[in-house]
């Protein structure tokens, strides 16, 4: 093993690696994302599975968010996602609007809320949201919207963005449950 890819390993802030746009898309990767996507909800939810309050106000790295307030990232998150997509559906290249996740983060409901809020909305959210991605037609997933960060992107890249982040937070506390033992 490299040196490199020790370290890489080792960032806590990136379990499942940086997001990567996959180079060739086939109709299969896309099922293989919207599916990622449906199940996110339930792979969330069993990662914080009987943790107590203390456990849930626990960082899940030095600095980091609480393992509470990744959960309620996620819903802040995937709300954002669901409109962008539906924005860029319906509209002709749109300009989406990011959002502070930082600050929302620091919002007293993500702050204090039971992780099961969240959970609960990101149920019926995605149910919504797989619905609608699986309906999507080829043409529809090279549609563009513009990210006044990362400049005109395609319904597609973000549907890998989102299969990704899952993923990514849901590491995050199984990881921190492997460090300490939970
Ligand atoms: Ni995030």
Request: negative net charge; glycine residues 4%.
């Given at each position: ?177 492997k460090r300490k033992g939970w």
């Open positions: 093993m490299s040196e490199t890819v020790e370290l890489v390993e080792v960032d806590p802030r990136f379990p499942v690696g940086k997001f990567q746009r996959p180079e060739r898309v086939t109709a299969h990767d896309r099922m293989k994302a919207i599916a990622a996507i449906a199940a996110m909800p339930a792979m969330l939810s069993a990662s914080v599975k009987g943790l107590d309050r203390e456990q849930l106000d626990t960082p899940y790295r030095e600095g980091g968010w609480t393992v509470r307030q990744l959960v309620h990232h996620v819903a802040d998150s995937h709300m954002n996602a669901y409109v962008r997509f539906k924005l860029a559906l319906a509209e002709t290249t749109p300009t989406i609007k990011p959002y502070e996740e930082k600050d929302w983060a620091e919002f007293v409901d993500a702050k204090t809320l039971p992780v099961a809020v969240s959970l609960n909305l990101l149920d019926a959210l995605h149910e919504r949201w797989v619905v609608f991605l699986s309906e999507l037609k080829q043409e529809d997933f090279a549609r563009t919207f513009v990210h006044p960060e990362h400049g005109a992107q395609s319904v597609e890249w973000m549907l890998f963005l989102y299969a990704w982040h899952g993923r990514h937070h849901v590491a995050h506390v199984t990881e921190l449950r």
